[in-house]
């Protein structure tokens, strides 16, 4: 790495030779505003926010793209550069639907801060804006192009990083507009409403379906049992909702928070992540057998499945036929739950918790009922939970810490690493290697499925096999390692796949950070750390070994991949078009 | 054209079948073609000279027509104007007399004595 | 084999072909037989001569007679009069009258000889689709001598020696743009031509590629060898049809000819030469815009550097040259770059092409040394301005330009000088404008052209031209304010310094020329509520003279709004706050009784 001597308002410093100008100013402690900036998913230059003056230069440059170069002189607070980037904000915010106010994201919006840091006070150039159609048509993302600001930070997640391009610019100048194609609602698009988009957004253009609404209703009907389940990642971000430090976990303070919103009950979707690795496991020493079609594709991400459905049907063979956890979950509340409290399937109301706004779509399957009850009827990010936790005035962080209720209070170390990526993987294995080397493992830590590399591989040595397994986040990762699947060049005999990169930690439905945050700070590490600090402090690490899942199977399922396991705890799949008629 | 000397050979035949665009091209030979002209065979005399110019690559001379010169009884009529501005004119032209005039005026220089007015 | 003893060129030029030249091609080929002479004569299809404005152009050597607007019924009389009995048409024969700032008869006035065409040089003199025609006139002579007498480097040494600069607009040296990406060590390089040509009213490159496309064919191939490139891509709108088909015809003869593929004249160096077709997008011509369409991507600049040169096509070293500048590098190669110095100015060597339009008597396509005067462009080679108009300003370089006032007229035209009047080069579109022309429309006019065209990517051409273009919609429709005058200052300002690209960075020129030199029209329009050219409808008032009133009551019958009202006895009255300002009444009035204020 060789260095550079630049000088940026007088500063001299240098910095590595493939700095930007940005990334120099933030090292001399000069804070240059950016808005369309997020640093390596959208570094394009777009918004002139960011504009500085380069000694010698014909004009202004983006300091967000601009390549540091030796001897570079930069100001960045020139009358000129003051001058532009007010005027570009304010002609922003000319074309933008400013109803702050009942805006989804008033407070935690990238524009709404710079129009303060700027002390806008007055548009002077304000006039026609443009008015165009909600869409809301899809069960997961709202699309109010109103408020978009063409920043295509939810283009280059949608294109480059997620290589779905569901959405894209179209049409061009003022009336540029994105979304998907030929004027499509994103439910008649090949969206996989992974929410990706939404967590980029620097505004309220992209947001979740809010179904809080839904949530309030049910409580307060007292013919209702209402039963809430929280995903594993939900307890790694929803303290951010209250300004607590990124990756700090929070299970306790949400199961009190929960409680006091009103729910029945509040159950642990990790208890059914237990149950997940007994069936998926199961489902794999079959695939194992000979005739077994392998790879195994794990089935957790909603996301992932409705890509596969669109782009990689030929390969629903290979996909676990195992429901979802907190589907699974859902199911077993409104059969098993509900014989045992006498309950009418009708009358309980299962609430999930999710880092995820796929998991909207997914709840709305038909194939994901049984007779004729939904197995989850209501799904709601982590943000919207902390919006139902604001909206009932509770002072989260001063809260206590609850546990979860019976007869569902424990759930294994390795369901808590579910909302990480190889966390399923390395849970399956701690349960799979057991069963296959027929003693206990020594280290049942598995590092090699950890982290974010966008496609990690590990060999495993067990008796009589050496298993071969993969794991992807992000779909354009997973674009990758599906295509070698498809050509027949790789051999893998188990893969994780998650949607979202960094999996679950980093879902569509998790609270949203500015760029000033997401582009300097390792958000996904940190969340993810904390539910592997989770898992290091359970007693229970492995999931065949929660006594709550043996007792499951021996009073009520059998044993896993049983007749009953399957009527209540798999489903199946479909090919879907990428534009339906 | 697998040669620069295949490309100058090339250049070298398309530019004679060009030189016609040239106005400024040396000598230039016209032939009175108006009823009078025609009538009494000043076509088959332009033919020749165009052919006996072709024939022998004589790319700096051009043939133009023009219309009646005047002198009506004395024709087919044909104009050689040198490049120094000569003129000299040709009378009763025939196509053999026309070949003459290529090979003696426009090839060797020796204007046809007898052939003019 | 036939040997001809007359050619008849026939303009081809898009503007030609669309005033009929097709048909009196047909027509000639089918006279010519009738009359027997098909062996004799031959009908040569060209590109444009330049004098659009006098189409169809047919030209008859060895007599050089140029025939202008010439017609079908015409043809008979040609071929029996000129080819057949040797009489050249007069009242065909195009006839150069221009017209003084004065009004009267210029003598100066003379559209062809005026002009030095180095670009333009085989335009209407060659047929296009014949390869051999090019080579007659010294066609791939300038590959043949760089390929076996010179190095890479001494080809850019050549030049950058030559001065030459981007004919596409900004000017930026040539030879310096090929010296930086020869500098690039890269496995893959590429050579890539801008025909996208998007400036309203520009037509050169067209007419460069339908005249003479072998010659861009032939510097791509220099360009190519000089940077070390073997492949190259060629950018043109697909509304240029023509163009299309005939860059298609001299490549494959290129190929056949193995002036193009691979081991050309045996030197090892290979070339192959691709088209790609663009939509139209006027921001395509933003060579990163331009770049990324070639690549399949939606057509957008992006902030440099890289530049290019540097990171290119596919993210590998690019030069990207406009058809125009690579129209002049063959005859470079084969001249020199001291002869090419002789020509123009110190630091605008060269000619450029101007496609004159407008009010103007020739309008058409122009070549010129670098550094003639507009006033020799407009009423020398132009023709004047017709109808008796005095002459008001001229717009160069297109909708991103600025307008030149009449007093600077005499003004040498090269790139600095235009950019200190506040206009620019641009691709040499030059649109004179008469008297009759609002200065403060007409700069809306080009706004609403460049907000059509933004990409918008970056807001301060997606938002800020669509604000000054509501501003100017409001200054012509009588609803300006004072302050208007300063908003449309500061957005155009900050607009030119905080745009992406060079179409959000210029397009404040018109609005900005305007102001400076024409801002007693702006404040006639806001202050007054006034249009002094008479142009912006809603600033006019239709009113009758009553002197005149013959109380026929005609004008009152056909108004369509119902607001002229009188009787037999007395003059009429038009309603000011109802009138629509249609102007069929002072269509209707036999008597000139109402007038236009």
Known sequence: MSLVKVTIDDKELSVPEEYTVLQAAREAKINIPTLCFLKSVNEIGACRICLVEVQGARSLQAACVLPVSEGMVVYTHTPEVREARKVTLELILSDHDRSCLTCNRHGNCELQKLAEEFNIQELRFERATQKYRLDDFSPSVVRDSNKCILCRRCVSMCGQKQKISAIAVNARGFHSIIGPAFDRSLAEAPCVLCGQCINVCPVGALREKDDT??????????????????????????????????????????????????????????????????????????????????????????????????????????????????????????????????LDPKDIVVVSVMPCTAKKFEAKRPELSTNGNPDVDIVITTRELGKMIR????????????????????????????????????????????????????DIEFHEVRGLAGIKEATIKLKGIDLK???????????????????????????????????????????????????????????????????????????????????????????????KAHQLLHTHYQARENYPE | MKSIAELQALREKAKKDLNLRNTEAGTRIIVGMATCGIASGARPVMTALVEELAKRNLNNCTVAMTGCLGLCKLEPLVEVIDEDGTKTTYIHMTAEKARRIIVEHIVNGQKCKDLMM | MAIYRAHVLVCAGTGCASSNSVKIMEALEAELSLQGLEQEVQIVKTGCFGLCARGPIVVVYP??????????????????????????????????????ETGKENENSEFFSRQLRIALRNCGIINPENIEEYIAYDGYQALAKVLTEMTPAEVITEIQASGLRGRGGAGFPTGIKWGFAAEQVAEQKYVCCNADEGDPGAFMDRSVLEGDPHSVVEAMA??????????????IRAEYPIAVKRLKIAIKQAESEGLLGKNIFGTGFDFELFIRLGAGAFVCGEETALMASVEGKRGEPRPRPPFPAVKGLWERPTILNNVETYANIPVIINKGADWFRTIGTESSPGTKVFAVGGKINNTGLVEVPMGTSMREVIYNIGGGIPNGKKFKAAQTGGPSGGCIPASHIDTPIEYETLIELGSMMGSGGLIVMDEDTCMVDLARFFLEFTVEESCGKCPPCRIGTKRMLEILQKITEGRGEIADLEQLEILAKNIKAASLCGLGQTAPNPVLSTLRYFRDEYEAHVLEKRCPAGVCKSLLTYSIIPDSCRSCGLCAKNCPADCISGDRKTPFVIDQSKCIKCGTCIIKCKFAAIELV
Not at chain 1, 301 to 329: Q, R
Not at chain 1, 392 to 417: C, K, Q
Not at chain 1, 526 to 549: C, F, G, W
């Open chain 3, 63 to 100: 007599e050089g007679a140029m025939y202008a607007n010439v017609r079908v019924e015409d043809v008979p009389l040609l071929v029996s009069e000129h080819l057949l009995k040797g009489r050249i048409v007069d009242g065909l024969l195009l006839k150069e009258t221009g017209i003084d």
């Open chain 3, 222 to 235: 220099i360009a190519a060898y000089a940077i070390g490139a073997n492949e190259g891509y060629v950018y």
């Open chain 1, 469 to 563: 397994v993969a794991v992807t986040s992000g779909l354009g990762n997973a674009q990758v390692l599906l295509e070698k699947i498809r050509a027949g060049e790789a051999d893998y005999h188990f893969v994780e796949i998650m949607a979202c990169h960094g999996g679950c930690i980093n879902g569509g439905g998790q609270p949203i950070q500015p760029s000033s945050v997401r582009s300097w700070t390792n958000l996904k590490e940190l969340r993810m750390a904390a539910l592997y600090q989770e898992d290091s402090k359970a007693t229970i690490r492995q999931s065949h070994k929660n006594p709550l899942i043996q007792a499951l199977y021996q009073d009520y399922l059998e044993e896993p991949g049983s007749k």
């Open chain 1, 213 to 342: 609404d839904l949530v309030w209703q049910a409580i307060e009907d007292p013919t209702k049992h209402v039963i809430v389940q929280t995903a594993p990642a939900v307890r790694a971000a929803l303290g951010e909702e209250f300004g607590m430090p990124i990756g700090t976990p929070v299970t306790g303070k949400m199961v009190t928070a929960l409680r006091r919103l009103g729910f029945a009950k509040v159950f642990d979707t990790d208890t059914a992540a237990d149950l997940t690795i007994m069936e998926e496991g199961t489902e794999l020493l079959h695939r194992l057998q000979p005739g077994g079609v392998l790879p195994l594709i794990t089935s957790c991400s909603p996301g992932w499945i409705k890509y596969m459905e669109h782009n990689y049907a030929d390969l629903i063979p290979n996909v676990s036929s195992c429901k979802s956890p907190h589907t699974m979950f859902g199911a077993l509340l409104k059969n098993y739950y509900a014989e045992q409290n006498q």
């Open chain 1, 391 to 442: 909206e009932a005035h509770i002072n989260f962080v001063d809260l206590g810490e609850g546990n979860f209720d019976h007869p569902f209070p424990t759930a294994s170390g390795a369901a808590h690493i579910f909302g990480a990526s190889g966390g399923v993987m390395e849970a399956a294995l701690r349960t799979v290697a057991e069963i296959v080397n027929g003693e206990e493992l020594q």
